[in-house]
C-alpha cells in the first residue's frame, strides 16, 4: 500500500531486493499492446494452476446479463485522470459544470467535476510529502500536552494527552533514525563503507533479523543508519546479509532520494507542507477545504498510487490499451488524501470517505494505513455514516509481515462503543504461487482482524502519463477485492455492502495448505485458513455464482 503501513518502506526493499538481478518491482515499463502485460491475477487456481481470481471464468458465466454503471470511490494519492487507460472510465460529476467557479451542486466543493483533492491548494498544487502521524501529532498537540498535568485534564483531553505521549516516545526514536540515516546516506562513498562494516560485523552469524539487531558496529553513525536501513529492508527471502549489501550498494542511487526524504520530511515538526491547504490541522470538523484539480506535472509519484491501484479497479476493458481493470462498468472517483511521502490525516480520510459517499460511491477503496489516529473518532464518524448509506469500504491490511489481530493498525472497524463496521473489509496480499510462498512475506494477516486475501505480487498496471508499472503491497491486493465488489454490484445491484462482504468472503478460494509465516524473520509452518477471518483468497467466479442465489 505505497501506503498501507508504507508501501514506501516496502518500496525499499524492493529497490535493494530486485534492482541488482534486474526484476521489475516498481519499473517503469513502456506501454505494450493489449494482452503483453502478466495479468495472472485473473487465472483460475483449479484450471491454471495459479493463485489467481477466476476473473476470465467471471465474465464467461455474467455473458448476457446487464450491468449498471458502479462508482468506486480511490481515496488515495490522486489519479491521473488522462491516463489513456483510465480516462474513459472517470466518474464525472453530472450536476457540476466545469470550469465556471461556481458550486453548481451546491456540496460544498466547487467545480468538484471528477473528485476531490484535499492535499491541494486552491489552484491544484498539492505537497508530495508530509510528516509521518508522530510527527504531525508532535507538531499538533506538543505545545498543549508536553508540559500539561493530567490531573488537570477532561477526559477527552486525557485520551489525547495519553496518544501524544506515547507518539512522543516514538517520535523520539524516529528522529534519531532519521538523523542516523542522513549519515548514512551523505554520499556513496560513506554509504557503502557503513554497509560493508555492518556486514563484517554479521560474518559467521546466521541470517536473520535477530542477528541485525544484534550486531555490534560501534558508535560510528555511518554504520548505525547503515544498520538500520538493512534493518528496514530485511527479507528472509534474500538468502544472505553479503547479498542484502551488494543489491542496496547497486541501488543506492535510486534509494538515496526515498531515504532522505523519510529522513528530512516526514518526521520534520518544522514542516510546512500543509501550509498551502489552507486548513486547520488541528480542527477535525473542518470538512471545506482542498481543490478540484491535482496538478502532476512532471511527478509521477504524487498520483503514482493512486494510479495504479485505479486501475486494478476499473481500467477500461477490451481497448487494446494497456491493461484491463477487474469490473467493466465501473467510474473511478478521485479523492486525493495520501501524500506520497509521510502519513495521510485523519480530518482528510473523513472528509474523504464522507465525499465519496455523498457522491454516489457505492464501494470505497483505501489503500493506506497507519500505527496511530488521533482524530480516530472522526474517521469512525464517517465509517458509520458509509454503512448507514449502504457503501463498502475496502481497506488494505499493511506491509509489515505482522499479525494485526494484536497491534494498532488504523483505519479499523472497531468503534470506541465496542461495535464493528459491517461494511469494512480488510485484504492481505497473496502471490501467483500456490505452495509455501502462497502469503506475501510482507503482508499482514490475522484471523480477526483480517478477511481475506488478494493478489497483489507483481501487479502490472497504470501510472501516470500514460505509464504501466508492477507494483506489489496489500495496495495492489485490496482495490482486486474492490474490483470485484464492484463487480458485484453492478451486475447483481439489489445486492447490501454487507450482502457483498458476506458473499466475497463465502465464496473465497480456500487452499489447504501449510505456507511460511508472513514476516521478515523466516516464518514457521502454518495453515493459511489460519491468515485470516474466512482463510481464502477472494475468487471472481464463485462469488457471481453465490451471488446468482441471492434474491
Known amino acids: 500500500m505505497r501506503k498501507t503501513h508504507h508501501l514506501r518502506l516496502l518500496s525499499l526493499a524492493a529497490l535493494a ?12 515499463m513502456a506501454p505494450k499492446p493489449q494482452g503483453k502485460f502478466n495479468q495472472w491475477a485473473y487465472k483460475d487456481p483449479a ?4 493463485a489467481g481470481i477466476s476473473l476470465d471464468k467471471a465474465y464467461k458465466l455474467l455473458q448476457g446479463r446487464k450491468s449498471v454503471p458502479v462508482t468506486v470511490g480511490v481515496v488515495d494519492s490522486g489519479i491521473d485522470i488522462a491516463h489513456e487507460d483510465l480516462r474513459d472510465v472517470v466518474w464525472v460529476n453530472p450536476k457540476e459544470t466545469p470550469g465556471n467557479n461556481v458550486d453548481d451542486d451546491k456540496n460544498g466543493y466547487v467545480d468538484d467535476v471528477n473528485g476531490w483533492n484535499f492535499m491541494g491548494a486552491k489552484d491544484g498544487t498539492t505537497y508530495e510529502s508530509d510528516q509521518d502521524e508522530l510527527g504531525q501529532i508532535y507538531t499538533i498537540w506538543g505545545p498543549k500536552y508536553d508540559k500539561a498535568n493530567p490531573e488537570k485534564l477532561s477526559a477527552k483531553e486525557k485520551k489525547e494527552y495519553d496518544i501524544y505521549q506515547k507518539a512522543k516516545a516514538r517520535y523520539a526514536q524516529s528522529r534519531l533514525k532519521s538523523e542516523l540515516w542522513k549519515v548514512a546516506i551523505r554520499d556513496t562513498a560513506n554509504f557503502n563503507r557503513g554497509i560493508s562494516q555492518v556486514v563484517a560485523a554479521l560474518k559467521g552469524k546466521p541470517f536473520a533479523r535477530t542477528s541485525l539487531s544484534a550486531a555490534e558496529v560501534g558508535t560510528d553513525s555511518a554504520a548505525l543508519g547503515a544498520k538500520s ?6 527479507s528472509p527471502d534474500l538468502g544472505s546479509f553479503e547479498y542484502m549489501a551488494f543489491a542496496l550498494k547497486a541501488s543506492f542511487q535510486r534509494l538515496k532520494p526515498i531515504l532522505l526524504s523519510e529522513a528530512e520530511k516526514a518526521y520534520n515538526p518544522g514542516s510546512d507542507a500543509r501550509k498551502a491547504v489552507g486548513d486547520d490541522p488541528a480542527n477535525p470538523n473542518e470538512r471545506y477545504y482542498g481543490s478540484p484539480k491535482l496538478i502532476i506535472g512532471e511527478s509521477e509519484e504524487l498520483a503514482m498510487h493512486g494510479s495504479h491501484v485505479a486501475g486494478i479497479i476499473g481500467a477500461k476493458r477490451g481497448n487494446n490499451i494497456g491493461v484491463d481493470g ?5 467510474r473511478l472517483m478521485m479523492v486525493g488524501v495520501v501524500p506520497s511521502g509521510g502519513d495521510e490525516r485523519d480530518k482528510d480520510v473523513a472528509n474523504g470517505i464522507r465525499y465519496a ?6 464501494v470505497i477503496n483505501m489503500s493506506f494505513g497507519k500505527r496511530f489516529s488521533p482524530y480516530k473518532d472522526a474517521v469512525d464518524a464517517a465509517i458509520r455514516y458509509a454503512e448507514e448509506k449502504d457503501v463498502l469500504l475496502v481497506h488494505a491490511a499493511g506491509n509489515d ?3 494485526v489481530d494484536s497491534l494498532a493498525n488504523y483505519p479499523r472497524p472497531e468503534y470506541e462503543d465496542g461495535r464493528v463496521a ?11 504461487r500456490f505452495g509455501k510462498g502462497l502469503p506475501a512475506s510482507s503482508s499482514n494477516y490475522g484471523q480477526q482482524k483480517v478477511d481475506l486475501f488478494a493478489p497483489g505480487t507483481d501487479i502490472d498496471n497504470t501510472t501516470p502519463h500514460n505509464g504501466y508499472q508492477s507494483l506489489t503491497g496489500t495496495s495492489m491486493a485490496a482495490p482486486c477485492v474492490a474490483g470485484v465488489a464492484a463487480l458485484l454490484r453492478s451486475y447483481f445491484p439489489n445486492l447490501t455492502a454487507v450482502q457483498v462482504k458476506e458473499i466475497l468472503m463465502k465464496s473465497s478460494y480456500k487452499p489447504d495448505m501449510l505456507v511460511r509465516l508472513p514476516g521478515r524473520t523466516g516464518g514457521s509452518l502454518v495453515k493459511f485458513s489460519t491468515l485470516s477471518k474466512s482463510g481464502g483468497i477472494v475468487n471472481a467466479a464463485e462469488a457471481v455464482e453465490l451471488a446468482m442465489t441471492y434474491k
Request: charged share 15%.
Open 17 to 28: 531486493c530486485f534492482t541488482a538481478v534486474g526484476q521489475g518491482f516498481a519499473q517503469p
Open 47 to 50: 484450471t491454471d494452476s495459479i
Open 229 to 234: 536501513i538493512l534493518d528496514e529492508v530485511f
Open 326 to 330: 477487474v469490473a467493466d462498468n465501473v
Open 357 to 362: 459517499v455523498d457522491n454516489g460511491a457505492k
Open 401 to 403: 509481515g505482522q499479525n
Open 422 to 432: 459491517k461494511n469494512f473489509i480488510s485484504v492481505g496480499n497473496s502471490t501467483m
